[in-house]
C-alpha cells in the first residue's frame, strides 16, 4: 500500500539546533501533509502543503515538497525541548480520500 | 467544543469477546477514520467513511466492523478479539476527506489477553 517512509527514523538534538525529517512516497498525490505526536496523545496537524506547491511556511517550520523525486522535508528551525515528539507524514493518492501515514520520526531535543 | 471524542480511553477484554469503540465529532465534518496505532509503527488505516451513509475498507480491516450511525458518529466493533488486535486506536475526522486537516481523538488504549 502507498505509505510515507520518514527518515530519520530517530534524531536527537540539542535545543536551538535545527531538525530535519525526510519523508518519501510512492505515488501521486494530492497533497502532504505532516502531523506531530506527543507521547501518549493523538496526533496534531502541523502543515498542509499541495501537490502544486514547493514550499510552505509556518512559524518554525518548513516544509518542501519534491514531486519529481516523491519526497518532502520538514525543517523545524531553533528547536526547544518542547518539540520533542514524533513527527508522521501522510500522503493520500489522487482521487482517494484515504490518508495514508508512514512510521514517523521520533524527535528528541534536549535542553 | 470538544473536537473529537472516543470512549472510552482504556480497555481490556478477553481473548474471543466482542466490543465497540465509540467516536464522535462535534466539527460538522463529513469524512471518518479509524486507525490503529502499534509501537514504533505509524498509523495504520482500519475503514474510512466518506460521508453519512458509506464505509470503506483501508490497509487492515480484517476483524473489524464500522457503522457511521450519523454525521456525528463512526463506531468500530471488534466482534471476536484477538491478541493480534491489542493497539491504541484512533478515531479522526475531516471536512472532506483527504483535503483538509484531519482531527484526531486523544485515542483508546486496547488490551486483549
Known amino acids: 500500500s502507498q505509505q510515507g517512509e520518514e527518515d530519520p527514523q530517530a534524531l536527537s538534538i540539542q535545543e536551538g539546533e535545527n531538525a530535519t525529517m525526510n519523508c518519501s512516497y510512492k505515488t501521486s498525490i494530492n497533497n502532504l501533509q505532516w502531523y506531530r505526536q506527543n507521547s501518549g496523545r493523538g496526533l496534531v496537524h502541523l502543515i498542509l502543503?499541495?501537490?502544486?506547491?514547493r514550499e510552505k511556511h509556518s512559524g518554525r517550520l518548513r516544509v518542501t515538497l519534491d514531486t519529481s523525486k516523491k519526497s518532502s522535508s520538514l525543517l523545524i528551525t531553533a528547536s526547544r525541548a518542547a518539540d520533542t515528539a514524533s513527527y508522521f507524514c501522510?500522503?493520500?493518492?489522487?482521487?482517494?480520500?484515504?490518508?495514508?501515514f508512514g512510521t514517523g520520526t521520533r524527535l528528541q531535543v534536549f535542553p | 467544543n470538544a473536537g473529537v471524542t472516543q470512549t472510552p480511553k482504556f480497555q481490556v477484554l478477553k481473548t474471543g469477546q466482542s466490543m465497540t469503540l465509540q467516536c464522535a465529532q462535534d466539527?460538522?465534518?463529513?469524512?471518518m477514520y479509524w486507525y490503529r496505532q502499534d509501537p514504533g509503527m505509524g498509523l495504520r488505516l482500519i475503514y474510512y467513511s466518506a460521508s453519512e451513509g458509506t464505509t470503506d475498507k483501508g490497509e487492515v480491516p480484517n476483524g473489524y466492523n464500522v457503522s457511521r450511525l450519523n454525521k456525528r458518529e463512526f463506531s468500530l466493533r471488534l466482534e471476536s478479539a484477538a491478541p493480534s488486535q491489542t493497539s491504541v486506536y484512533f478515531c479522526?475526522?475531516?471536512?472532506?476527506?483527504?483535503?483538509?486537516?484531519?482531527?484526531f481523538g486523544e485515542g483508546s488504549w486496547l488490551t486483549v489477553v
Open positions: 479522526a475526522s475531516s471536512e472532506t476527506g483527504s483535503k483538509n486537516t484531519i482531527y
Open positions: 501522510a500522503t493520500a493518492r489522487v482521487n482517494t480520500d484515504k490518508l495514508i
Open positions: 466539527m460538522n465534518h463529513n469524512s
Open positions: 502543503i499541495r501537490s502544486n506547491e
